[in-house]
């Protein structure tokens, strides 16, 4: 049984970087999709960005400019940095399974993260 | 941009009634590409539906998916109380998008 655990600092300082971890385990990495999802608080999901067992990324045309997704298959993790971060950027963080047609199954506990000084 | 509009915002119902839930695209969306999904607080996310009408492994058959072009929804036959949470539509399309979720409430 696939299971994902999320990692990472809780806190990060406004204009820092944000780095998160994921980790797979109960299955390789070297198939399906990988996301990242989050949720501001008192807000809905806001889809991230995805990378694929071959490391191609597609991300939110919103958060483009600063959101890079990484995979380490040698470890089986895959990662997400968002930089120069504000307070708009505080909220939990969800990495998933994405099969895309078949959506997206398993899910992380959910990481929360807040951007203050 | 695919945007995802859901109705109604909040939907405040009684265990055993039938819910229906509404996700319009802003554009026609591949029926194969779309999800909905359960998100109860402190927990993660949960798979429902997908391709529009498939529900996933291990959801019970009260939940019911239908729709295509620009129009989906999600029924929910006969609530049970521990279906109370709040129901996210998700599409893929070049930029995968989920709407902006329903409060099914008691």
């Known amino acids: 049984q696939v299971q994902l655990q999320g990692s990472g600092p809780g806190l990060v300082k406004p204009s820092e970087t944000l780095s998160l971890t994921c980790t797979v385990s109960g299955g390789s990495i070297n198939t399906y999709y990988w996301s990242w999802i989050r949720q501001p608080p008192g807000k809905g999901l806001e889809w991230i960005g995805y990378?694929?067992?071959?490391?191609?990324?597609i991300y939110s045309p919103s958060l483009k400019s600063r959101v890079t997704i990484s995979l380490d298959t040698s470890k089986n993790q895959f990662s997400l940095r968002l930089s120069s971060v504000t307070a708009a950027d505080t909220a939990v963080y969800y990495c998933a399974r994405d099969t895309i047609t078949r959506g997206m199954d398993v899910w992380g506990q959910g990481t929360t993260v807040t951007v203050s000084s | 941009e695919i945007v995802l509009t859901q109705s109604p915002g909040t939907l405040s119902l009684s265990p055993g009634e039938r819910a229906t839930l509404s996700c319009r695209a802003s554009?026609?969306?591949?029926?194969?590409?779309l999800a909905w999904y359960q998100h109860k607080p402190g927990q993660a996310p949960r798979l429902l539906i997908y391709?529009?009408?498939s529900r996933a492994t291990g959801i019970p058959d009260r939940f019911s998916g239908s729709g295509s072009g620009t129009d989906f929804t999600l029924t929910i036959s006969r609530l049970e109380p521990e279906d109370f949470a709040v129901y996210y539509c998700q599409q893929y399309g070049i930029s995968p998008s989920f709407g902006q979720g329903t409060k099914l409430e008691i």
């Open positions: 391709g529009a009408s």
């Open positions: 554009q026609s969306a591949s029926s194969s590409y």
């Open positions: 990378i694929d067992y071959s490391g191609i990324t």
